[in-house]
């Protein structure tokens, strides 16, 4: 079983960082893309950012020039690292591996609550 773990998340204020983990329960190199989703209450799940397993990575336009994905594959951890974080950057984030094959799989972490005070 794929087991994702989100660690990193608290309380911060605006214009404050956070660096948000996602550890692996097995070499992520066998998974085709990385994730960060994020959902507030009442909205629906967004994609934050991702990752390939080549490496070129896609944003959020909400996000973009503030937030930084990156890969570990020897430690088996996905970052996301966040700066100028933003009242509306709340929510509780979500690590998410995706295998491409027959058929395809996404494999869920529990999430980590990341709340930005104004």
């Known amino acids: 079983q794929v087991q994702l773990v989100e660690s990193g998340g608290g309380l911060v204020q605006a214009g404050g960082s956070l660096r948000l983990s996602c550890a692996a329960s097995?070499?992520?190199?066998?998974?085709?893309?990385m994730a960060w989703y994020r959902q507030a209450p009442g909205k629906q799940r967004e994609l934050v950012a991702a990752?390939?397993?080549?490496?070129?990575?896609n944003y959020a336009d909400s996000v973009k020039g503030r937030f930084t994905i990156s890969r570990d594959n020897a430690k088996n951890t996905v970052t996301l690292q966040m700066n100028s974080l933003k009242p509306e950057d709340t929510a509780v984030y979500y690590c998410?591996?995706?295998?491409?094959?027959?058929?395809?799989?996404?494999?869920w972490g529990q999430g980590t609550q990341v709340t930005v005070s104004s």
């Open positions: 998410k591996a995706l295998v491409v094959g027959i058929p395809i799989r996404n494999y």
């Open positions: 097995e070499n992520i190199a066998s998974f085709n893309a």
């Open positions: 990752i390939n397993s080549g490496g070129p990575s």
